[in-house]
């Protein structure tokens, strides 16, 4: 197996809930966002923006609303990763694209929901990159996905636009000393990694991706499951919390649909 320093980076790294009293220096910051900008982008559109979250207030409130995650609001960095495609709307009605529309082929449209669906990918890639930089500096990190959560609340407290959507918030930390790094294994490439076209699973096959999982059953869970699958459910899938994070989802939904401007 080829190994070098960035492999070496990338297989060590788990997500870190618990910071070491360092403070992440000015240069490391800028690393880590210099990183975030050099990522793969559509287009070059960088269609994201880093919201990089000083005040301590509002950092226990994101904490807060990203379901009661209090780790968070203790981390020395915390950026929130907006997919972002106001900027070029902006851009584009300051040079009357609109006026240029008029009489051709062309329509003046909003972003649409597979303009959202590039933006996203242009911001998680950007995030990605951020860790990858963060870890190589020996900075751990954490992806808080719930901060699609709180629709509202979330677009009031960053002064978000309307063609603006949160996608991902990561904090940043040095690793405390001698802090124990475990990865958590994954599953095995032959469930994932297929060739020219998908492979749906057997039955078998799908006992054998998620044994290590079936292992984790308790028989005195507190829901009545019957297995580990129903016991997953009933704590992420079919939980308040992802209830909430799909109402938010058509919430931040509903601008991207493309309306004649």
Known sequence: MIKNE??????????????????????EENAIVNAAMRAPTAGNQMLYSMIIIRDPKKKALLAELCDHQAFAAKAPLMIVFVADFQKWVDYYEKNDVKGFCEGKDYQFEAP???????????????????V????????????IGDIMENGEQIKECLSLPQYTMPIGMVVYGHYPENF????????????VVFEDTY???????????????????????????????????????GAKFCKEMARSARFWLKQWDGRLL
């Open 180 to 191: 124990p790094r475990l990865p958590k294994e994954r599953f095995e490439k032959k469930f």
């Open 112 to 130: 649409q929901e597979s303009d959202l669906f590039l933006a996203i990918e242009d911001t998680m890639i950007a995030a990605q990159n951020s």
């Open 199 to 237: 492979q749906r699973l057997s039955g078998e096959d799908i006992d054998a991706m998620f044994q290590a999982e079936d292992r984790r059953y308790r028989s005195d869970n507190a829901v009545g499951a019957k297995n580990y699958a129903q016991m997953f459910y009933a704590r992420k899938t």
């Open 6 to 27: 960035v492999l070496d980076v990338i297989d060590k790294r788990i997500s870190l809930r618990a910071y070491s009293g360092q403070p992440i220096s000015s240069e």
């Open 132 to 143: 990858i930089a963060a870890e190589s500096m020996d900075i751990g990190s954490c992806y």
